[in-house]
């Protein structure tokens, strides 16, 4: 199992970023698939999901309306959209693998259920 996120970079205030997350070794369309960020000093936070049964999605509270995660089976990928970016977006992003597979409702709020982590891409949001 893998996980290969992508697509991080350097963009100003109010701009916009495309991550992207790889998945191999396990059905992509089977398992809720997590967005996670860290910033330096923090704690990791959590952004949003995609669920493993019917592609339904949550986001937490601090970016809900700016980011926008979906997939794409076909090539086993999960996208995260993110608009509207603030210097606070500021993070290493990652994606993770919830470790029950065909869950209906995902969420974020605990870490210990995503068993499989990518490596992580720097998202730097300057003011």
């Known amino acids: 199992v893998q996980l290969q996120a992508s697509g991080g970079g350097l963009v100003r205030t109010g701009g916009s970023l495309w991550l992207s997350c790889v998945v191999s070794g396990f059905p992509a369309g089977s398992y809720a698939i997590g967005w996670f960020r860290q910033a330096p000093g923090k704690g990791r936070e959590g952004v949003g999901c995609i669920s493993g049964s019917d592609d339904s999605t949550y986001y937490a509270d601090s970016v809900k309306g700016r980011y926008t995660t979906s997939r794409d089976k076909a090539k086993n990928t999960v996208y995260l959209q993110m608009t509207s970016l603030k210097p606070e977006d500021t993070a290493v992003y990652f994606c993770?693998?919830?470790?029950?597979?065909?869950?209906?409702?995902?969420?974020?709020?605990?870490?210990?259920?995503?068993?499989?982590w990518g490596q992580g891409t720097q998202v730097t949001v300057s003011s």
């Open positions: 993770a693998r919830d470790r029950r597979p065909f869950i209906r409702f995902c969420a974020v709020h605990d870490t210990a259920s995503y068993d499989y």
